[in-house]
């Protein structure tokens, strides 16, 4: 991370801390439901399949950048499904470069190329050893494996959605990550149970049986990108909901936190680790606010 964007979160850390600024940091732009997979867990893809034009991205992209959102995450559906008259998402991550985010990340279910050296990162699905993954997402292990050893630059971080079908499996995640050139950290989240996808939700015991793992895991040299002071708050779902620092914009739709937001009760069951994070950071924990310059620094 450059020392100027430290210094640029620094000083907003300490002035939301301070002042208790809802002021949002962190945002998503949502280019696509379409999606080339129908994972078990997922309840967002194929809704309406519609490739966002290039014109409403780059509105989208102004309207959060004047808002204050210096992190812009690119999500789907699926982010490499998205083009428009030759654009592609390459040429999204550059134009939001030249326009001063700070961090701009790409989501994506890895089964095409990775040639994305212009991302800090790509956050890339991986749900457990192949047979646990290729259960929720098809037979994809394979090809995501071969687009990582081929992809053009180090900036991949595995993101894994921990629940009933691969919870055993956080283990072996943490190991590909460790182990797999190009990829520089790993991240997880809870399922988040969804009307359509309860049955896959965690137990408070199911889920400190995972962070236990993932403590063991950080002792072993995993790059685990989460923060381990924010585990306790995740495991009982008592950290602050809604995340006022973070915005998602879906085809002209502002919407607090995540598109979840909407659905009746489901913040009180979030499982997104992010939002415990950066909810307890803008709060003032102290411990959060260590580690997490720690981690950012070390892998962003």
């Known amino acids: 991370m450059k020392l100027s964007s430290f210094c640029y ?4 850390g300490v002035k939301t801390i301070l002042f208790r600024k809802k002021t949002p940091i962190l945002g998503t732009v949502i280019l696509t439901d379409k999606c080339n997979l129908h994972c078990k867990h997922c309840s967002v893809n194929n809704i309406t399949a ?7 991205i780059r509105r989208e992209m102004q309207q959060l950048y004047d808002m204050g959102v210096r992190i812009l995450f690119f999500c789907g559906g699926e982010t490499f499904l998205w083009e428009d008259s030759g ?3 390459r040429d999204l991550v550059a134009e939001a470069r030249e326009m001063g985010f700070l961090i701009v990340n790409v989501v994506t279910n890895g089964t095409f190329p990775l040639n994305l050296p212009e991302a800090d990162l790509i956050l890339l699905s991986l749900d457990g050893d192949k047979q646990r993954h290729n259960a ?7 090809t995501i494996m071969e687009n990582v050893r081929n992809a053009t630059a180090d900036n991949i971080c595995f993101y894994m959605a921990i629940n009933q ?3 055993d499996y956080v283990r072996e995640v943490c190991l590909t990550a460790r182990d797999t050139e190009k990829v520089r950290a790993v991240s997880f989240n809870f399922h988040t149970p969804y009307p359509d996808t309860k049955e896959l939700a965690l137990s408070r015991a199911e889920k ?5 793992t993932l403590r063991q895991m950080r002792k072993e040299g995993a790059p685990i990108f989460n923060l381990e002071s924010a585990f306790p708050y995740l495991i009982e779902n008592r ?3 809604p995340c006022h620092q973070c915005v998602v914009m879906e085809n002209g739709k502002l919407s607090t936190c995540g598109r979840c937001i909407d659905v009746p009760g489901l913040c009180e069951q979030c499982g997104y680790f992010f939002v415990a994070e950066y909810t307890l950071l803008f709060r003032g924990n102290p411990k959060i606010i260590m580690e997490m ?3 950012y620094l070390k892998y962003i």
Do not use: M, S, W
């Not at 979160?9 to 907003?12: I, K, P, R, S």
């Not at 929720?136 to 394979?142: A, L, V």
């Not at 400190?208 to 236990?212: F, I, N, S, V």
């Open 208 to 212: 400190a049986a995972c962070c236990e």
């Open 293 to 295: 310059l720690q981690t």
């Open 239 to 241: 950290f602050p909901t």
């Open 50 to 56: 519609i490739v966002h034009p290039y014109g409403q």
């Open 9 to 12: 979160f620094a000083a907003f």
């Open 87 to 89: 654009r592609t998402i």
């Open 165 to 167: 079908i691969n919870k």
């Open 136 to 142: 929720i997402r098809g037979d994809t292990y394979d």
